[in-house]
């Protein structure tokens, strides 16, 4: 049997291999998690899902699973809000509006790294002061890439998904078990 590592300190990572019935240890890597100026959202999350992978290495016949989630308003990378106020703008941005969510995923296994984004289309209903306050005071968004999350309360703003609804979650079911496979691991086996 292969030992799996997720490297991510995502509790909704952490939830949806469980679900997966994956036995998995965690190590959360420590990386610089800045955007390179002019980065691109779906270069910037697969880099990030690379060096995570790598950061927790190891040299045996570990398979290392890591991802990188963003929301991607009209190019411009809408990661977790530092402070209400700024989850508060994000979220602003977003009303009414479509924006698209990448997640690059990287899987390490024997010193073989293989990875690859997943986009999804996200349309959002318009946000009145009201129910952002509200949102607000749930305490959700602030660990969120763009101060949302459509597996909890911010699905009532969520009017569509075209895509991947587990990409959206943080880790993109379907791109993961097809990238594990590349290491002759089946996931769901």
Not at 72 to 92: F, N, Q, S, V, Y
Not at 148 to 164: D, I, K, T
Not at 177 to 184: E, G, I, N, T, Y
Request: no cysteine; aromatic share 4%.
């Amino acid at each position: 049997m292969t030992r799996i590592v997720l490297a991510s300190g995502s509790p909704r990572r952490h939830e949806m291999l469980e679900r997966l019935g994956i036995d998995f240890e965690v190590i959360v890597p420590e990386i610089d998690e800045r955007a390179i100026r002019g980065e691109d959202p779906s270069a910037y999350v697969e880099r990030l899902a690379r060096q995570k992978a790598l950061a927790v290495a190891d040299d045996d016949d570990t398979l290392i699973i890591a991802a990188d989630t963003t929301v991607d308003l009209d190019g411009e990378i809408l990661g977790k809000p530092t402070d209400p106020d700024d989850a508060r703008r994000m979220l602003k941005r977003l009303s009414g509006r479509a924006h698209y969510v990448h997640t690059g995923v990287a899987v390490l296994r024997a010193g073989r790294l293989e990875s690859g984004v997943d986009e999804t289309r996200v349309q959002m209903t318009p946000l009145t002061d009201h129910a952002l306050d509200w949102y607000l005071g749930t305490g959700e968004p602030f660990d969120k890439a763009g101060a949302y999350a459509l597996q909890g309360a911010g699905a009532v703003f969520v009017a569509r998904v075209s895509g991947s609804v587990s990409n959206v979650i943080g880790l993109p079911l379907t791109l993961l078990v097809d990238l594990a496979r590349r290491l002759d691991v089946d996931l769901v086996a």
